[in-house]
C-alpha cells in the first residue's frame, strides 16, 4: 500500500478507487495519459477488470500491490485501469485483441498496446513472476525490434477491424415455422433435463435464452423446450444460486447442480431475472416463480436502491477477505436462529453439521423441493411450513445484517438500470403491485430528469451527483426498452414520445452506411482503433437485437415504415447465424418469433379500459403491443375513441371488428 495516491483518487469508479494507493502509478483512460504516452513514446499497459471480479483482486494483491512489479510497469509503461462497466467500449476492443491473440479472454483483462493505442500483447490473469517476465520481454521488444511490434499491431488491428463484420443481407422468402425448428433442434441437444440448464458447469442463468424458450413452448406448443424451460427456472430457484435468505441470484454457479454460487450479485443479471422469474409465473402459474420475483425485487429495495430511486452496480462476492463469507452458515448457529423447528428446517435447507460444499463446516441455504412437495412429505399444511420458513428467514436475515456486508459497487449504470426498471414495471402488471410501478418511475424519471447530455442523449453512469460518461448503445437500447415496459403499465404517451426521440438519436449518431447493424459507440463519442457492432446475445443481450426490437414496436406504435424496414433488415442480416448457435442469438430469435407469428396489437379504447387491462395482464400473450387511453394521439387509437369498452385486434396492417370483452378478444389471438 502506497501512502501516496496515484492519479485513480479522482474517479467516480468503485473500482478505479479500490486501485488508488497501488505503487503503480495508475491512470484513468483519458486524454492526459494518452497525449504521455505519445509524447514520451512509451507503451500503454491497459489493465481492465470490474469491482466484483475475484481474479482481479488476486492479481491486485499479487502483482499491483507489490513494489518490484510496480517497478518494472512503471519504468517502462503507461498504466490505464479500466472499469470495464464504465467503459466497455474499451473492454470490448481490447477483449477482442486477447481473444484473436490467445483463443479465449475473461477478466482481468492485460493488453499491451504501442503509444498510438493500438494492442500488441495481452492476456487474462498472470501470477506475479509470470506477470514480470512479459513486461520485461514486450519492452525488450518495443525497444529493440520497435519495427516488429508494429507489424503485430497493424496485423492485430487489421483482425480487430474486420472481425464479425455483418453485411446486408437481402431476405427472399416469408420466414415460417421451420426457420424456428431449424434454431431450436440443435439446441436441444445441449438441455441437462435432469438440473436444467446446459450440460456444462458453470452455470450461468442466461435469462434471455429461457424467456424464448417459454414463448417458443407456449407459440410452437413444443414440450421439450416447455419442460426444460420450467425445469431451469425451478432448481435456480431452489438451489444455491439463489440467495434463500435475502432474495437476489448470484452471477452463476459454479458447478452443474446450481449449488454452490460464483456469491457476487450483478444488477444486471437480477433485473433480468425478475422480468423472467414474472412473465414465467404468468405463463405457469406456479407460486414459487412469483415468491423469486418479490423476494427479488424486496432485495433490490434493501440492498440495491440509490437515496435518488436509481439502482447500484453490484455487490461483490467477498467479504473480509473470504468468498461466500455473508451468506453461509454453520449448523450451530443454523439451529441457534430456527429454535424449536430446526430439525424440519435444517432438512428444508439441506443444512449439515459438517457443512454441504467445499468449506468445512459452513453451509450454502438451498432446497431440493418446492413447499408444496416438502409439505406433502411431512404431513404438513403448506401454509403452516411456510410460516416456520418465514419466520426463520427474518431471524437469519436480521441475523446475517450484522455480519461484515460484501463491498457495495455503488455507482449507477443507465443500461443496467433500465433492466430494472422494465423487470419492476413488468412485475406491476403481472402481480398487480403499486409499489412496483413507483419503483420504476421514479428511476426512469431521474434518468430522464438529470442524465441527459447537453446535447439531449444519454449519460452512461452516475454516482455521488454527476455523471461523466456518454451512453452507448445498450444505454439506449435498453432504456428505450424500459420505457416502452412503463408505457405497458400506465399508458401515459410521454413514455412512447421520449422513446422515439432517443430513437431517432440512436439512428443519428449510431448507424453504419455499410451495414443495418448500429455501431456500440456514438460517432460523437470518443474515437477508438475501431467502432465494433455487439451482435451476440450474451448474459446480457446485444445492444443490436434489443434495439432492433424496440425499432420493431416503435414502428408499430407511430405506424413508421422506416423503423419496421430497419429492425426487419437488421434480423434479415443476422438471421442465417442464428440456427448455427442460438443460445448466443436468443434474443434475435425472440424477434424471429414476432416474425412468424405475428405481433398482436391490441388496442383498447373507453372510459372503462381499466378492467379490462387487468383481465389481460392475467393471460399470456408474449407476442404483443397493447394501448390503451381516452385522448392518445397514437395511430392505433385515433378514430377509436367509445364511451363503451371495445377491444380492437391488430395483426399486419389488419383490424378485426371491435369486440366489447376480453374473452371474446382472446379468441381472435388464439
Known amino acids: 500500500m502506497n501512502s501516496e495516491p496515484n492519479h485513480l483518487i479522482k474517479a467516480s469508479s468503485p473500482y478505479l478507487l479500490q486501485h488508488a494507493y497501488n505503487p503503480v502509478d495508475w491512470f484513468e483512460w483519458g486524454e492526459e495519459a494518452l497525449q504521455k504516452a505519445r509524447d514520451e513514446q512509451k507503451l500503454i499497459l491497459v489493465s481492465i477488470g470490474y469491482s466484483a471480479c475475484h481474479w482481479c483482486h488476486v492479481m491486485e494483491r499479487e502483482s499491483f500491490e507489490n513494489h518490484e512489479v510496480a517497478e518494472v510497469m512503471n519504468r517502462h509503461f503507461i498504466c490505464i485501469k479500466v472499469d470495464r462497466e464504465e467503459r466497455p467500449d474499451i473492454d470490448q476492443i481490447y477483449m477482442l485483441a486477447v481473444q484473436l491473440m490467445t483463443g479465449s479472454g475473461g477478466w482481468p483483462l492485460n493488453c499491451i498496446c504501442l503509444p498510438d493505442q493500438r494492442p500488441i500483447y495481452g492476456g487474462t490473469y498472470f501470477k506475479k513472476d509470470d506477470w514480470i517476465n512479459i513486461l520485461s520481454h514486450v519492452a525488450d521488444l518495443w525497444e529493440n525490434e520497435p519495427d516488429k511490434a508494429r507489424q503485430y499491431a497493424d496485423r492485430l488491428t487489421d483482425g480487430i477491424r474486420n472481425a464479425e463484420r455483418i453485411v446486408p443481407n437481402i431476405k427472399s422468402a416469408e420466414y415460417t415455422q421451420e426457420d424456428l425448428k431449424e434454431v431450436i433442434e440443435p439446441w436441444k441437444r445441449y438441455f441437462d433435463m435432469s438440473e436444467g440448464g446446459y450440460n456444462r458447469a458453470p452455470k450461468f442463468p442466461l435469462p434471455n435464452n429461457w424467456q424464448f424458450m417459454l414463448r417458443y413452448s407456449h407459440l410452437m406448443k413444443d414440450d421439450a423446450t416447455h419442460v426444460s424451460a420450467l425445469l431451469t427456472l425451478q432448481k435456480m430457484a431452489l438451489g444455491g444460486i439463489y440467495d434463500q435468505v435475502g432474495g437476489g441470484f448470484a452471477r452463476y454457479s459454479v458447478d452443474g447442480d446450481w449449488h454452490v454460487p460464483h456469491f457476487e450479485k450483478m444488477l444486471y443479471d437480477n433485473g433480468q431475472l425478475i422480468s423472467l422469474y414474472a412473465e414465467a409465473y404468468l405463463y405457469a402459474g406456479m407460486p414459487l416463480f412469483k415468491q423469486v420475483a418479490e423476494e427479488s425485487i424486496e432485495w433490490v429495495k434493501r440492498e440495491m436502491t440509490s437515496p435518488e430511486g436509481l439502482f447500484y452496480a453490484a455487490l461483490d462476492a467477498d467479504s473480509e477477505g473470504v468468498e461466500g463469507k455473508f451468506y453461509v452458515w454453520s449448523s450451530e448457529e443454523f439451529e441457534v436462529l430456527a429454535g424449536g423447528d430446526h430439525l424440519l428446517l435444517a432438512e428444508y435447507f439441506n443444512v449439515t453439521e459438517e457443512g454441504n460444499w467445499e468449506e468445512e463446516q459452513t453451509n450454502i441455504l438451498l432446497r431440493r423441493h418446492t413447499d408444496e412437495e416438502f409439505a406433502e412429505a411431512k404431513g404438513l399444511a403448506v401454509p403452516e411450513l411456510q410460516h416456520k420458513v418465514r419466520l426463520l428467514k427474518e431471524n437469519l436475515l436480521e441475523h446475517r445484517s450484522g455480519r ?120 460523437t463519442g470518443e474515437s477508438l482503433i475501431a467502432r465494433k457492432h455487439e451482435l451476440m446475445d450474451n448474459v446480457i443481450p446485444a445492444s443490436n437485437s434489443v434495439m432492433a426490437q424496440n425499432l420493431q414496436a416503435l414502428g408499430l406504435f407511430f405506424d413508421e415504415p422506416v423503423y419496421l424496414d430497419k429492425a426487419a433488415a437488421m434480423l434479415a442480416a443476422v438471421q442465417p447465424q442464428i440456427k448455427t448457435y442460438g443460445s448466443a442469438y436468443s434474443n434475435w430469435a425472440i424477434q424471429l418469433l414476432n416474425e412468424v407469428f405475428g405481433i398482436n396489437e391490441i388496442a383498447i379504447a373507453g372510459n372503462e379500459v381499466k378492467s379490462a387491462l387487468e383481465e389481460l395482464n392475467g393471460i399470456y400473450i408474449p407476442n404483443k403491443i397493447t394501448i390503451a387511453g381516452t385522448n392518445s394521439a397514437l395511430p392505433l387509437l385515433k378514430d377509436k375513441q367509445s364511451i363503451e369498452t371495445k377491444i380492437y385486434i391488430c395483426r399486419n396492417k389488419a383490424c378485426q371488428l371491435p369486440v366489447l370483452s376480453v374473452e371474446e378478444a382472446i379468441k381472435l389471438i388464439n
Not at 412485475?427 to 446535447?455: C, R, W
Not at 439512428?507 to 455499410?514: G, R, T, Y
Request: glycine share 6%; net charge negative; with cysteine.
Open 404 to 523: 461484515v456486508r460484501p463491498g457495495l459497487d455503488d455507482k449507477c449504470i443507465t443500461a443496467w438500470n433500465a433492466m430494472m426498471i422494465k423487470g419492476l414495471a413488468e412485475s406491476a402488471n403481472v402481480f398487480g403491485e403499486q409499489t412496483y410501478y413507483d419503483m420504476a418511475v421514479k428511476a426512469a424519471t431521474f434518468i430522464s430528469d438529470h442524465l441527459i447530455t447537453p446535447m439531449g442523449g444519454l449519460y452512461r453512469n452516475y454516482k455521488s451527483g454527476k455523471a461523466s460518461i456518454p451512453g452507448f448503445l445498450d444505454d439506449y437500447a435498453f432504456f428505450i426498452e424500459a420505457l416502452l415496459s412503463l408505457y405497458a403499465v400506465d399508458f401515459q404517451d410521454k413514455w412512447l414520445n421520449e422513446a422515439k426521440r432517443l430513437t431517432e438519436i440512436v439512428l443519428a449518431d449510431f448507424s453504419d452506411p455499410d451495414s443495418p447493424m448500429l455501431f456500440y459507440t456514438s460517432v
